[in-house]
C-alpha cells in the first residue's frame, strides 16, 4: 500500500533533513549584482578581441597578395624593358633582323 504524503509529514520532518533523517545543507548561489554584467562584459571583450585577430590576418593576407602581385608586375615589367632595349639598340646599330634577339 502506499503512503499518501500529507501536510503532517511535512511539519515533522525538519528543516534541512531528508525523510531517511540525513542532514541536507541548502545550498545558496552568491549573487553579486556585478556577476552576470562582468560575464557579458568578459564574454564581449573576448569575442572583440577574436573578431579583431581575424580581421588583421584578413588584412595581412590581402596586403601580403598586393605585394606579391606587384613584384611579380615588376619582374614583367623589368624583363619586357630589357627586351625593348635591346631591340631598339639593335635596330639603331643597323641591323635589320632585331627581333630574333633573346635575352
Not at 18 to 27: L, M, R
Not at 38 to 66: F, G
Request: aromatic residues 2%.
Amino acid at each position: 500500500m502506499r503512503r499518501r504524503h500529507s501536510q503532517k509529514d511535512d511539519r515533522e520532518q525538519r528543516v534541512g533533513e531528508d525523510a531517511t533523517g540525513v542532514h541536507i545543507i541548502p545550498f545558496k548561489r552568491r549573487s553579486t549584482p556585478s556577476a552576470p554584467g562582468n560575464i557579458d562584459a568578459a564574454s564581449n571583450a573576448r569575442n572583440a578581441i577574436i573578431e579583431e585577430d581575424r580581421t588583421r590576418m584578413r588584412q595581412n593576407l590581402a596586403a601580403a597578395v598586393v605585394l606579391i602581385v606587384l613584384l611579380l608586375v615588376g619582374g614583367w615589367l623589368v624583363m619586357h624593358l630589357r627586351t625593348s632595349l635591346r631591340v631598339e639598340g639593335c635596330l639603331e646599330a643597323g641591323y635589320r633582323n632585331c627581333s630574333a634577339l633573346k635575352p
